[in-house]
């Protein structure tokens, strides 16, 4: 059932044009800067997005500008687990599977779970009481027990549906922002 909801929301959102989704990846990171958890955020924690998740770039300029630090995923796909990095511009990423961007192997850069203030994670779908549907590989459901900070997911209101198939290991987010509303 999950991989079939992911397979029809992938092709759903697919049919935006680029336009469209920058626009509409825009209002999303708008509604971002003016929760309270973005202003006390001194450390975020997000993903380079590929098309169709939102998009994050401006996301990440935008937290550049306000002095705040930006930390990346890296995925050691053995373990099935991720580790998050500082990075201070885009040359600190390298393009690794399944297609991602994500930052170079570098000590001197590691984040702990402990120190990212808020973390925007990804998913295909959300609902209103915070259920995600991450895209299968369990990443995020192995963090979050970790991290103690402020979890939101930004959704294209596509994205966001009625109920989600749960198992007991899946995480709920704090906070969903979505085009239709805030849950």
Partial sequence: MKQQLRQRLQKQLE?????????RSQGLANQLYQTEEWKQAGTIGLTYARFPEVATLSIMEYAYKQGKKVALPRTNMKAREMHF?????LDQLELRPYNLYEPKE????????????LLIVPGLAFSKDGSRLGMGGGFYDRYLPFFKGETISLCFKEQ????IPVEAHDMRIDLVLSEKSTC
Wanted: hydrophobic letters at 30%; glycine letters at 0%; proline letters at 7%.
């Fill in 85 to 89: 990095y500082v990075i201070q511009d």
């Fill in 15 to 23: 049919q935006m044009n680029k336009t469209e989704y920058l626009e």
């Fill in 106 to 117: 570098n000590p001197r850069f590691y984040v702990s779970p402990k120190e990212l203030d």
């Fill in 160 to 163: 966001l549906i009625e109920s």
